[in-house]
Nanobody
Framework: QVQVVESGGGLVQAGASLRLSCAAS????????MGWYRQAPGKQRELVAA???????NYADSVKGRFTISRDNAKNTVYLQMDSLEPEDTAVYYC???????????????WGQGTQVTVSS
């Protein structure tokens, strides 16, 4: 039983910044990776950024240099700092949590409900 909750979305103008947060709670022994995905109307869900427990990161080409992903492993929380936002960034942003299981903790591949980011021109 794992809950994933995103926050920090909103409506901003092009060039502005937002900081998204994602907190995981429940029976999680150790999170291996957390990531941000987004889905715009009529489009497929795509990876925006991901980070492993060890700190390795991966970004979509469209956000490199503008977005920064970070994490606080002790708090099971991941952040997405979004700078220089563009109208093309408008989407629902979803947080994904993956963790390996143990004898007492199930493995996890969980999604949050999403937070809306809207960027106007």
């Amino acid at each position: 039983q794992v809950q994933v909750v995103e926050s920090g979305g909103g409506l901003v103008q092009a060039g502005a910044s937002l900081r998204l947060s994602c907190a995981a709670s429940g029976r999680i022994f150790s999170i291996n990776a957390m990531g941000w995905y987004r889905q715009a109307p009529g489009k497929q869900r795509e990876l925006v950024a991901a980070i492993t427990r060890g700190g390795s990161t991966n970004y979509a080409d469209s956000v490199k240099g503008r977005f920064t992903i970070s994490r606080d492993n002790a708090k099971n929380t991941v952040y997405l700092q979004m700078d220089s936002l563009e109208p093309e960034d408008t989407a629902v942003y979803y947080c994904n949590v993956k963790s390996a299981g143990t004898m007492l903790y199930p493995s996890v591949d969980a999604w949050g409900q999403g937070t809306q980011v809207t960027v106007s021109s």
